[in-house]
Nanobody
Framework: VQLQASGGGQVQAGGSLRLSCAAS????????VGWFRRAPGKEREFVAR????????SYADSVEGRFTISRDNAGNTVYLQMNSLKPEDTAVYYC???????????????????WGQGTHVTVSS
């Protein structure tokens, strides 16, 4: 599966952005999709994930209540709606997918074989 992330940009604190992860090349509903981010000088970290088919979701504590992940299997796209953005949300955001993700490891980047190219999000104070 090939992934294309888009929707990043620059916003002021308190603003919103919606990221998209468009997939091609395979039956998208079979894949669990995760969003990760890497801030300057920091390690890549888990943001959110949505399971294949049934679409169960999970979020990092730092974004819980502000971000919402959703999927449109017919449109082969996963979205990350980001509200109440903070300067500490500034990062490059990546979407990732895999058909074999298990619940206990769904926040680990190593669980995902396919990655998009990243989209930049900058939140100014």
């Amino acid at each position: 599966v090939q992934l294309q992330a888009s929707g990043g940009g620059q916003v002021q604190a308190g603003g919103s952005l919606r990221l998209s992860c468009a997939a091609s090349g395979s039956t998208f509903s079979r894949y669990t999709v995760g969003w990760f981010r890497r801030a300057p000088g920091k390690e890549r970290e888990f943001v959110a994930r949505i399971f294949r088919r049934g679409g169960g979701t999970s979020y990092a504590d730092s974004v819980e209540g502000r971000f919402t992940i959703s999927r449109d299997n017919a449109g082969n796209t996963v979205y990350l709606q980001m509200n109440s953005l903070k300067p500490e949300d500034t990062a490059v955001y990546y979407c990732a997918a895999d058909s074999g993700v298990i619940l206990s490891a769904s926040a680990s980047p190593q669980s995902y074989a396919y990655w998009g190219q990243g989209t930049h999000v900058t939140v100014s104070s």
